[in-house]
């Protein structure tokens, strides 16, 4: 089970990583869960400072931009 957290306060951006990493792990056919992080302090305790973000079993991926869905995929494994 891969545990994706996207990290941010709901903006367009935030909603198009999340759209992104669902279609990645959907074409993996990976077992996921899916998380939004929405609280501030909680996105500051990953340690990142640009939205949005992609963490992937704890580890921050990408911050600040949006991977294409290849990448996303990449980013998955």
């Known amino acids: 089970m891969v545990r994706i957290q996207i990290l941010g306060t709901g903006c367009p951006k935030c909603k198009k990583l999340?759209?992104?990493?669902e279609q990645a792990a959907k074409e993996?056919?990976?077992e996921y869960e899916?998380?939004?992080?929405t609280d501030i302090n909680?996105?500051?305790?990953?340690?990142?400072?640009?939205t949005p973000a992609l963490v992937?079993?704890?580890?921050v991926k990408v911050a600040g931009?949006?991977?294409t869905v290849e990448e996303a995929k990449k980013l998955l494994q």
């Open 42 to 50: 909680e996105i500051i305790s990953f340690g990142v400072m640009s």
């Open 18 to 21: 999340t759209e992104v990493a």
């Open 56 to 59: 992937v079993n704890g580890q």
């Open 34 to 37: 899916l998380q939004k992080v």
């Open 28 to 30: 993996l056919g990976l």
């Open 65 to 67: 931009k949006i991977p």
